[in-house]
């Protein structure tokens, strides 16, 4: 359970998350949890990722291991690049595939990739899109959505529009936490 959210608005990115980790109905803080962090920052881009949390340390694993394995500078990119990764998830960490409803395989987590040359979201089946406004994933998104919707509207910022957007999905989603965790960056060209 996690929120992760980003938007944009005149070059100007930002990226966000909450710290809250869930299993069941147990909730482990930042105050507890010395790795609360849901972003995680490479060379140059941040990735926030929402799902279980092993899928998260596998990913921090494989990037420590080959920084060279994701290029996520284009949408087409992050779509190779995400292929390349599920691979390795497969082969080092056995991700268990569940019925055959879907035409591919699942990495089971969502993610956020936010850089310089944009935001791109990367659903479990690996699609890729590039952002224009704003977008959130996990638990607290339905939340965040009308939040960032509202604040977007009113001209806001891009860190107001997600400082909206998390406040929001902690407010009513029990899997959604402070404190938060904001990456600001200013994009290479106008979106």
Known sequence: MSIALVAIRDNQLCLAADTLSSWGSHLMSAE????????????DSHIATTGMSVLADALNAIISDDPELLKLDSQLNVFKSWNALHQRLNENYHLRQQGDEDEVESSHFSA????????YIVAPLRS??????FWAIGSGSDYAFGA???AYSQGLTPREICEAGVAA???????????????????????
Do not use: W
């Open 128 to 133: 890729v899109d590039k952002l224009a406004k």
């Open 169 to 191: 999905a902690a407010e009513f989603d029990d899997g959604c936490g402070a404190p938060f965790e904001f990456r600001e960056l200013t994009l290479q060209d106008s979106q």
């Open 32 to 43: 507890y949890n010395g790795t609360a962090s849901k972003i995680i920052d490479t060379a």
């Open 112 to 119: 956020i990739v936010a850089n310089k040359s944009g935001a």
């Open 148 to 150: 960032m919707h509202l």
